[in-house]
């Protein structure tokens, strides 16, 4: 080393907590493509200095491993791997760490703890080494115990140009930490942090892996070797071979989990993963593996709520083994749910969160587990078996429990097995919460968007409806596209759909609001082009943000007409009952809802019945790089397909244009048939606004009926009409009073006047002369309600029809 290297700072010896790390990386020749800050103040040359230089040349601790005792409050790395010159050399293909001695000309001996990652990959690194300066963990009363990497903000790893590959590939190439830990590490690198190391005076966790053992074949190989070079009269150096068999159980195990982080958590549906999960330890694990989950988990609910007890009940959702088919269906069947007995290794391992291992389960132990459950016996398939149960847990809350057993011919489960377990169902628990997360969104996204649709009534006055929506594939699946049926006065029907711009919850809410805000309008009587007006004045109050298109019909079944008005939305296809011909409705195309400043007009089309009214969304018939003429014209042709039903004629739309591919988009679509209400299911008369009137009133519609065939309505009906039409003479101004009598799917009758005070139910007193006529109707009346009309108001309800006739005549 040249002279400039700085002089060693002043000893400061560290607590429990965080010490700076040297950080250097190395690729497949040798040589230096990364190297830290912490890496020039402990080796002393700089980055510039560094970079692109043989590491071996940079780093001359190979070999001066330290065996002097000095280092007992750290000898948990005794032995741990050989020197960091065969990891530098590429002479190991596994994590290694160990001790060293620096001495360089002009500075203080310095010991140092190194950690050697290797790395595998598509980029050119192929080395991690990590260093601390080991002098930092004397002093203090306490001996630590556990010391290992970590990384906090301010990594200089954004200065590396593989930094993005890197960070990805943190939670491989640090095996020894659990998922959680290297989840956390991850994002603490993305943030921009500089590396520590940490070390705690109570846990004791090796930095090198130490569990599992060797693949059997290769131990006995092996072994077999050794035996033959002891038959040979040749030297076997035992050390070396008990050192070989550690890293082969060392680069099995990480094989193993490698392996498992790839199968696992490729979905985020819940079910597909815990196949994955339970299916992953089997055969090369376990012989048999059992996950079981809390119902809240299963359920797609939220986190669940407090520990795990006796009253817990648990489902087992997936079994996996390698025995003979179907043995195991019958004692443990897969979607059993069960609560666990007090005094069994399961109840155990749910209520600690630790795993529990039991390397042979005697007959007698077997007996007293079986005995904990009624009516099943588990002894032919528990005992003399080795079992291993591990908590699937993610933020410290155990979500489920996973089952594994190996036969009596394989070796029995051991602590370096339980440590493999245990980090097994780690990396499984935190699959299975983000899946659990993403089911349980999903649920309450799914839950949002029906609680904002409406209801739609399959059958109004002339006109039937059927309904469709289609969530969008984007994550998330909700949407601003929304669909209505609203019954206003004299059998009409408004029919509306909308969406309004962009996705998410803050699109659901828009639609709520503005869905709310025509529902209101609708009532009100307003004409198309004015409701449309004055929706979008509410859009523009309530943000700029607000933007939606809309169409709105309303449909008058008696006079067989439309009146439609457009807001920037795809226009409407109307299917003619009388050649099956079907078209696309020349509407005003209007500006979308919250842009302000554009006129909106209303277009009549005179109907005939039979004929169906086809409104949808722009999400069923726009394709990412497709012209929307395309949708527009399948939209059409599948539109007029002859179907046996509403709901079918649905069906063969959403077939005809949901394969397409490329959909990301909701999808609302409404379909009406315009029935019409018959000129003899419908009675109107002229009153003048006169008492004598209410007499005459009562006379035509006793008549009505009787013609009709519903003479035992009549008194019912005769009184709720006087009380009509005296309220409406009492309050009518210079026009008539007209009477209206419609039948339908029920007797609707509907009494309009001048004045445009709507009436209110009040609670009349005995005493009171006025107040009771509208009880009257409210207590007869199947429904009633009143509504403005351009001229007054207008004052109905509707009375079921006889039995007989109930659903006879549709008009």
């Given at each position: 080393?040249?002279?400039?290297?700085?002089?060693?700072?002043?000893?400061?010896?560290?607590?429990?907590?965080?010490?700076?790390?040297?950080?250097?990386?190395?690729?497949?020749?040798?040589?230096?493509?990364?190297?830290?800050?912490?890496?020039?103040?402990?080796?002393?040359?700089?980055?510039?200095?560094?970079?692109?230089?043989?590491?071996?040349?940079?780093?001359?601790?190979?070999?001066?491993?330290?065996?002097?005792?000095?280092?007992?409050?750290?000898?948990?790395?005794?032995?741990?791997?050989?020197?960091?010159?065969?990891?530098?050399?590429?002479?190991?293909?596994?994590?290694?760490?160990?001790?060293?001695?620096?001495?360089?000309?002009?500075?203080?001996?310095?010991?140092?703890?190194?950690?050697?990652?290797?790395?595998?990959?598509?980029?050119?690194?192929?080395?991690?080494?990590?260093?601390?300066?080991?002098?930092?963990?004397?002093?203090?009363?306490?001996?630590?115990?556990?010391?290992?990497?970590?990384?906090?903000?301010?990594?200089?790893?954004?200065?590396?140009?593989?930094?993005?590959?890197?960070?990805?590939?943190?939670?491989?190439?640090?095996?020894?930490?659990?998922?959680?830990?290297?989840?956390?590490?991850?994002?603490?690198?993305?943030?921009?942090?500089?590396?520590?190391?940490?070390?705690?005076?109570?846990?004791?966790?090796?930095?090198?892996?130490?569990?599992?053992?060797?693949?059997?074949?290769?131990?006995?190989?092996?072994?077999?070797?050794?035996?033959?070079?002891?038959?040979?009269?040749?030297?076997?150096?035992?050390?070396?071979?008990?050192?070989?068999?550690?890293?082969?159980?060392?680069?099995?195990?990480?094989?193993?989990?490698?392996?498992?982080?790839?199968?696992?958590?490729?979905?985020?549906?819940?079910?597909?993963?815990?196949?994955?999960?339970?299916?992953?330890?089997?055969?090369?694990?376990?012989?048999?593996?059992?996950?079981?989950?809390?119902?809240?988990?299963?359920?797609?609910?939220?986190?669940?709520?407090?520990?795990?007890?006796?009253?817990?009940?648990?489902?087992?959702?997936?079994?996996?083994?390698?025995?003979?088919?179907?043995?195991?269906?019958?004692?443990?069947?897969?979607?059993?749910?069960?609560?666990?007995?007090?005094?069994?290794?399961?109840?155990?391992?749910?209520?600690?969160?630790?795993?529990?291992?039991?390397?042979?389960?005697?007959?007698?132990?077997?007996?007293?587990?079986?005995?904990?459950?009624?009516?099943?016996?588990?002894?032919?398939?528990?005992?003399?078996?080795?079992?291993?149960?591990?908590?699937?847990?993610?933020?410290?809350?155990?979500?489920?429990?996973?089952?594994?057993?190996?036969?009596?011919?394989?070796?029995?489960?051991?602590?370096?097995?339980?440590?493999?377990?245990?980090?097994?169902?780690?990396?499984?628990?935190?699959?299975?919460?983000?899946?659990?997360?993403?089911?349980?969104?999903?649920?309450?996204?799914?839950?949002?968007?029906?609680?904002?649709?409406?209801?739609?009534?399959?059958?109004?006055?002339?006109?039937?409806?059927?309904?469709?929506?289609?969530?969008?594939?984007?994550?998330?699946?909700?949407?601003?596209?929304?669909?209505?049926?609203?019954?206003?006065?004299?059998?009409r029907t408004a029919l509306v759909v909308?969406?309004?711009?962009?996705?998410?919850?803050?699109?659901?809410?828009?639609?709520?609001?503005?869905?709310?805000?025509?529902?209101?309008?609708?009532?009100?009587?307003?004409?198309?082009?004015?409701?449309?007006?004055?929706?979008?004045?509410?859009?523009?109050?309530?943000?700029?943000?607000?933007?939606?298109?809309?169409?709105?019909?309303?449909?008058?079944?008696?006079?067989?007409?439309?009146?439609?008005?457009?807001?920037?939305?795809?226009?409407?296809?109307?299917?003619?009952?009388?050649?099956?011909?079907?078209?696309?409705?020349?509407?005003?195309?209007?500006?979308?809802?919250?842009?302000?400043?554009?006129?909106?007009?209303?277009?009549?089309?005179?109907?005939?019945?039979?004929?169906?009214?086809?409104?949808?969304?722009?999400?069923?018939?726009?394709?990412?790089?497709?012209?929307?003429?395309?949708?527009?014209?399948?939209?059409?042709?599948?539109?007029?397909?002859?179907?046996?039903?509403?709901?079918?004629?649905?069906?063969?739309?959403?077939?005809?244009?949901?394969?397409?591919?490329?959909?990301?988009?909701?999808?609302?679509?409404?379909?009406?048939?315009?029935?019409?209400?018959?000129?003899?299911?419908?009675?109107?008369?002229?009153?003048?606004?006169?008492?004598?009137?209410?007499?005459?009133?009562?006379?035509?519609?006793?008549?009505?009926?009787?013609?009709?065939?519903?003479?035992?309505?009549?008194?019912?009906?005769?009184?709720?009409?006087s009380e009509l039409v005296t309220n409406?003479?009492?309050?009518?101004?210079?026009?008539?009073?007209?009477?209206?009598?419609?039948?339908?799917?029920?007797?609707?009758?509907?009494?309009?006047?001048?004045?445009?005070?709507?009436?209110?139910?009040?609670?009349?007193?005995?005493?009171?002369?006025?107040?009771?006529?509208?009880?009257?109707?409210?207590?007869?009346?199947?429904?009633?309600?009143?509504s403005r009309t351009a001229a007054g108001?207008?004052?109905?309800?509707?009375?079921?029809?006889?039995?007989?006739?109930?659903?006879?005549?549709?008009?």
């Amino acid at each position: 080393m040249d002279s400039g290297v700085p002089p060693t700072p002043p000893q400061q010896y560290a607590v429990a907590g965080r010490i700076p790390l040297a950080v250097v990386v190395v690729d497949g020749d040798g040589l230096v493509s990364h190297w830290s800050t912490g890496a020039r103040r402990l080796f002393g040359p700089t980055r510039e200095e560094a970079v692109g230089e043989p590491v071996i040349e940079l780093l001359p601790i190979s070999g001066a491993l330290a065996r002097d005792g000095e280092y007992e409050g750290y000898d948990a790395y005794g032995g741990l791997g050989p020197g960091l010159d065969a990891s530098l050399n590429g002479l190991t293909a596994f994590p290694a760490a160990g001790r060293a001695r620096l001495s360089e000309p002009g500075r203080d001996q310095v010991d140092v703890l190194w950690w050697a990652y290797p790395m595998v990959g598509p980029g050119p690194e192929r080395l991690l080494v990590l260093a601390a300066d080991a002098a930092q963990f004397r002093g203090g009363d306490e001996s630590v115990e556990r010391i290992a990497p970590g990384f906090a903000l301010h990594t200089e790893f954004t200065e590396f140009p593989g930094f993005d590959e890197l960070a990805r590939r943190l939670p491989e190439i640090l095996p020894n930490m659990s998922v959680q830990e290297s989840t956390r590490i991850v994002s603490q690198v993305l943030d921009l942090g500089y590396p520590v190391l940490e070390f705690s005076h109570h846990d004791r966790v090796p930095v090198t892996p130490d569990w599992g053992v060797p693949r059997r074949a290769e131990r006995k190989a092996r072994q077999r070797a050794a035996e033959a070079a002891a038959a040979a009269g040749q030297p076997v150096n035992t050390a070396d071979l008990e050192q070989d068999l550690e890293y082969a159980a060392v680069r099995e195990r990480l094989e193993f989990l490698n392996e498992v982080s790839g199968r696992i958590g490729t979905s985020l549906d819940l079910a597909r993963t815990i196949r994955e999960v339970t299916s992953a330890a089997v055969p090369r694990f376990a012989d048999f593996a059992g996950t079981h989950l809390r119902a809240a988990v299963l359920a797609g609910e939220g986190f669940p709520d407090g520990p795990p007890g006796v009253t817990t009940i648990w489902h087992r959702v997936w079994v996996e083994h390698n025995d003979e088919p179907n043995r195991w269906d019958d004692t443990v069947p897969v979607g059993e749910a069960i609560a666990f007995p007090e005094h069994t290794p399961f109840f155990q391992c749910m209520v600690t969160g630790e795993p529990v291992l039991i390397p042979l389960i005697s007959e007698e132990m077997g007996n007293r587990i079986s005995g904990q459950f009624e009516k099943r016996d588990l002894r032919p398939l528990i005992n003399h078996r080795s079992m291993l149960i591990v908590p699937l847990k993610a933020r410290n809350v155990v979500l489920g429990f996973m089952v594994l057993m190996r036969r009596p011919d394989r070796e029995a489960f051991n602590d370096m097995d339980r440590t493999t377990g245990a980090e097994l169902a780690a990396r499984a628990g935190l699959v299975l919460d983000n899946a659990r997360m993403y089911t349980y969104q999903e649920n309450v996204a799914e839950t949002l968007q029906d609680s904002m649709l409406p209801q739609v009534a399959p059958r109004r006055a002339g006109c039937d409806a059927a309904t469709r929506y289609l969530p969008g594939t984007r994550l998330g699946r909700v949407g601003g596209d929304w669909f209505d049926t609203i019954k206003l006065s004299g059998s009409r029907t408004a029919l509306v759909v909308g969406d309004v711009m962009g996705h998410g919850l803050n699109s659901a809410a828009m639609m709520g609001q503005l869905r709310t805000a025509v529902q209101t309008m609708a009532a009100m009587e307003l004409p198309p082009e004015q409701l449309l007006r004055n929706l979008d004045d509410l859009a523009r109050r309530l943000g700029e943000q607000y933007l939606a298109t809309c169409l709105y019909a309303v449909y008058d079944p008696i006079r067989s007409e439309l009146q439609i008005s457009n807001a920037g939305h795809i226009p409407p296809v109307l299917v003619r009952a009388e050649d099956g011909r079907s078209e696309l409705l020349e509407l005003p195309t209007g500006a979308p809802i919250g842009v302000g400043g554009v006129p909106f007009e209303t277009v009549r089309v005179q109907v005939a019945p039979g004929d169906r009214l086809v409104m949808c969304t722009d999400g069923l018939v726009e394709v990412r790089g497709e012209d929307i003429g395309v949708g527009l014209a399948t939209l059409c042709e599948s539109a007029a397909h002859p179907a046996a039903s509403m709901d079918d004629a649905c069906d063969t739309i959403i077939r005809a244009l949901n394969t397409r591919g490329g959909r990301k988009d909701d999808v609302a679509l409404l379909m009406s048939r315009l029935n019409g209400i018959a000129a003899e299911d419908v009675a109107e008369w002229r009153l003048s606004p006169e008492p004598r009137e209410v007499g005459r009133a009562r006379r035509l519609v006793r008549e009505q009926l009787v013609g009709w065939g519903m003479a035992e309505l009549s008194w019912n009906v005769e009184l709720m009409v006087s009380e009509l039409v005296t309220n409406a003479v009492r309050h009518a101004h210079e026009g008539d009073v007209e009477l209206r009598l419609v039948r339908s799917d029920t007797l609707l009758c509907e009494v309009s006047d001048d004045d445009h005070a709507l009436p209110t139910l009040l609670s009349a007193s005995t005493e009171d002369e006025f107040g009771r006529g509208l009880r009257v109707v409210s207590s007869l009346a199947t429904e009633w309600g009143s509504s403005r009309t351009a001229a007054g108001k207008a004052v109905w309800f509707e009375h079921a029809l006889p039995r007989p006739q109930r659903g006879g005549r549709r008009g």
